[in-house]
């Protein structure tokens, strides 16, 4: 089950398709709900394959429609690293005056890391979800089983002086992740030894 994406906006947005479902990884600026359904159309699909989404930090390229798409019934996976960014992400948006949906916190499905992979398997999907607060502190990474793994704005190991920042690349590429898919730019190889 590989990724599969298209981009608008310098953001490319990744679907994997299990078998018995549609997981969308990154949602789109805010007020692109139709570029976003074009996208989706590209593929041959529509909102109403989508089973469920989730965002790999809340920055408006990343979750711009997160509360559309909530609002319009599919399930939004938040993660335990990322639902205290909603108020600010939503009060930033306001402050910019951009149209946006809110997202309703009520409505939220949320999902502990360790329960990712079981989650995930009830759409026919295998992999994990793991925090990865390398870009931001919400931010966190899609793992397949394969070992693709869609990483949001997490630069490669080697562009990042921290260690803390290369001890997450190298859980990354312990649990299985090979190769690297962002949202800006090309994918590229996990490195074995960052």
Known sequence: MPLRSFSYKSTHYYLVEGEKGLLAFD???PGTIRSYIDGLKSLGFTLSDLSCFMVSHFHIDHAGIAGELQSRGIPFLVFPSQEEAIAGFESFMARKGMAFTPIDLEALERVPFEESRWI???????GE????????????????????VAVGDMPPAHQLAEEE????WRLVG?????????AHGRPFPVEERP
């Open 174 to 182: 312990e649990r299985g992740g090979r190769r690297a898919f962002p």
């Open 129 to 148: 979800v793991l925090p990865t607060p390398v870009h931001s502190a919400d931010s966190v990474s899609l793992l397949l089983d394969g070992g693709e």
């Open 165 to 168: 920042g290369r001890a997450v």
């Open 27 to 29: 949602v789109g600026w």
């Open 120 to 126: 995930l398997a009830t759409w026919g999907i295998g």
